[in-house]
Structure formats: structure tokens, C-alpha cells
């Protein structure tokens, strides 16, 4: 089989994400539905791309399985069985070990928020340099190996977004943590190089929570789904995310 430049970038990108719907994958490399499904069949037939039932999430969790089907195939209960989620082949696992983690089926639903969201920030920054969480870790364990330095407190995101001057962390909040935890974190990306940090939060509780005990970081910022393009801070209220992130609070911050 020859792979084309576009089935490159396809793998390239379930390496990096883990897993993708077939909405994502149509959305990103594909002009039809038609077009994808004929180049992921050839893709599934040759072991490169794994296709696997989304029922799949009822191993680990029925709501979750339930809310991923509603909310991010847009589908009812009764078309459930009928889609599928793609992941890496056996013939590419053994080369990208570090994907095993994201496309795992217990992290299906957290891994297929974060593809939207990065949809929504690589249209922001087009030129953008884009990274999940192995691969920050990576980096840092080659700066670690060069410098003698000490990754521990490291702040690893969900995805980091670098374009010019700008250094975004985005956080996928699905549950709850304890304060020490959140107050912890957020004092590891207070000594960090990001500019920007933005908390997405998939409950309500989880929103009033985190927003409340970050009130006090103007360069960190949180958001709903259902709202990705506006975000909230207590200090100055909801603003949109192009104007949150065309501020450079925490360059400010430095500065005094």
C-alpha cells in the first residue's frame, strides 16, 4: 500500500491525540465522509489504523459512555452501536509506544475533548506548535539529561500551545480534585514559562470550584464546554478566549 502524505499527517496526529472520531478525522483531513471512509478502511485492512466499537466505554463507565455518544457523535441511544473510534494499528504501537496511554479506552472520553479543543486553537494559531502531555514530559526529560535540572515540578497540561510569545496550557478538568491539589498546580505554572492557562471544565461544581481558587492568577483563566470561546475570571469576568489570550498578564507580572 503507498501512503500518501495525508495518511502521514493522520497517523502523525493519533500518535499525538491517541485516538479520534471519524467527525474529527473527516473534519481535519478529509472533504467528505465518503472520502474518509474509503481511505480508513484501506488504513484499518493494512493494521495501521485500529477501528473499535465505542461500546467499547462500557467497560469503564456507562455515563460516560452515554454523554461521549450524545455529545460528541451526536447520537442517540439507539445509534450507539454503529460508531466507532480510531486509534493507532499494531504495525504503529510498537513505534509510539507513549500513544498506548492516550488511546486506552478508559481515557477515550477525555482524550476526544481535548481534540476539539485543539480544533478550536489551531484555527487561533494556525502556525502554532502543538503538544500533548508525553511529549511535553519528553522535552523536559531531555532538558533534564543536557541541563542537570529537576522536571519534578514540572506543570504537564492536557495540550500546550506555542505560538510566538505565547505559551498556553489547557487543562481537561472532568472531576473534582482537592484544594491542596489545585493550589499545588497552580504554583507550578506560576514558575513556569506559560502565559496562559485555561481550565475546561466538564461540571458545573468542577467550574464554581476551580475558578473560585483561581481568582487571585489573572494570567489563568476557566471555561465550560459548552462555552469554549468565552472564559471566566472572577476578577474581571467573562471576556472572550481572543481577547484573554491576546493579553500578557503574566509577562506583566515578571516585569515587577
Not at 485516538?19 to 478502511?41: D, E, M, N, S, Y
Not at 455529545?71 to 510498537?94: P, Q
Not at 481535548?114 to 511529549?135: M, S, Y
Request: hydrophobic share 35%.
Amino acid at each position: 500500500m503507498h501512503l500518501t502524505e495525508r495518511d502521514f499527517d493522520l497517523l502523525r496526529y493519533l500518535m499525538e491525540q491517541g485516538v479520534a472520531t471519524a467527525r474529527q478525522l473527516t473534519q481535519r483531513f478529509f472533504p467528505t465522509k465518503g472520502a474518509f471512509h474509503k481511505r480508513i478502511c484501506a488504513l484499518v485492512k493494512e493494521q495501521l489504523v485500529e477501528s473499535v466499537p465505542v461500546t467499547a466505554m462500557k467497560e469503564c463507565s456507562q455515563a460516560s459512555y452515554f454523554r461521549t455518544s450524545i455529545d460528541l457523535l451526536g447520537t442517540g441511544r439507539s445509534n450507539m452501536a454503529k460508531h466507532r473510534v480510531y486509534r493507532l494499528g499494531e504495525r504503529y504501537k510498537k513505534k509510539w509506544p507513549s500513544t498506548a496511554k492516550l488511546s486506552a479506552v478508559h481515557m477515550w472520553r477525555h482524550q476526544l475533548l481535548v481534540n476539539e479543543l485543539r480544533f478550536v486553537f489551531e484555527k487561533a494559531f494556525p502556525d502554532g506548535q502543538f503538544l500533548n502531555d508525553p511529549q511535553v514530559l519528553e522535552e523536559w526529560r531531555l532538558w533534564e539529561h543536557w541541563k542537570s535540572g529537576d522536571c519534578s515540578d514540572v506543570p504537564v497540561p492536557d495540550l500546550t500551545i506555542r505560538s510566538g510569545d505565547r505559551h498556553i496550557a489547557v487543562e481537561v478538568e472532568r472531576n473534582l480534585k482537592t484544594e491542596t491539589n489545585y493550589f499545588s498546580r497552580f504554583m507550578r505554572y506560576e514558575s513556569s514559562q506559560y502565559t496562559h492557562v485555561i481550565y475546561y471544565c466538564e461540571s458545573e461544581k468542577v467550574f464554581k470550584t476551580v475558578s473560585k481558587l483561581a481568582k487571585n492568577y489573572e494570567w489563568m483563566a476557566c471555561a465550560r464546554f459548552g462555552t469554549v470561546h468565552e472564559v471566566f475570571r472572577i476578577m474581571s469576568g467573562w471576556t472572550k478566549l481572543d481577547a484573554f489570550l491576546s493579553e500578557f498578564q503574566w509577562k506583566k507580572k515578571r516585569e515587577l
